[in-house]
């Protein structure tokens, strides 16, 4: 018994270390997406998050721009901001090729050649390297 309990003190003094304690760890979140599309037969989800902590991104500009249609003067013009969890939503996008660009005080990534508006939800995962 004198044995474990040396060894135990042993094992509990190298734990012991001096100095400052470490910042703490982020910790892993979960963001629950599927409901939030329900009820429409078209969405738009995405979800926008710092490309060197995976820390959501919230309040980030995203801006959907479809290519001119045959016969249109205008392009259509989608607006969202993301919440706090860094999702945004777009129900119903007219289908067609859209030109997407999220934005955030100095940082932004642009993506252009989207297909939208089909049945069903499109996941956009959006890393965005914050400066």
Same mark, same amino acid.
């Given at each position: 018994?004198?044995?474990? +309990? ?9 734990? #012991?270390? +001096?100095?400052?304690?470490? +910042?703490?760890? !982020? ?9 939030? #599309?329900?009820? =429409?037969?078209? #969405? =738009? !989800?995405?979800?926008?998050?710092? +490309? ?14 479809? @290519?001119? @249609?045959?016969? @249109?003067? @205008? ?5 969202? !901001? ?19 660009? =999220? ?5 932004? =990534? ?17 890393? !965005?390297?914050?400066?």
């Amino acid at each position: 018994m004198r044995i474990w +309990a040396a060894a135990a003190a042993f094992g509990l003094a190298l734990g #012991c270390v +001096a100095g400052r304690p470490e +910042a703490e760890p !982020l910790h892993d979140t979960i963001s629950i997406l599927s409901p939030r #599309c329900a009820g =429409v037969s078209s #969405c =738009v !989800l995405g979800h926008v998050t710092a +490309a060197g902590t995976a820390a959501p991104v919230a309040e980030a500009a995203v801006f959907l721009e479809r @290519e001119l @249609e045959a016969g @249109e003067d @205008e392009p259509v013009r989608i607006l969202a !901001l993301t919440d706090e969890q860094g999702v945004f939503i777009i129900s119903e996008p007219p289908p067609g090729s859209y030109r997407i660009a =999220v934005y955030k005080s100095e940082s932004s =990534v642009e993506v252009s050649g989207m297909e939208l508006g089909g049945e069903g939800a499109t996941l956009l995962p959006v890393r !965005l390297a914050i400066e």
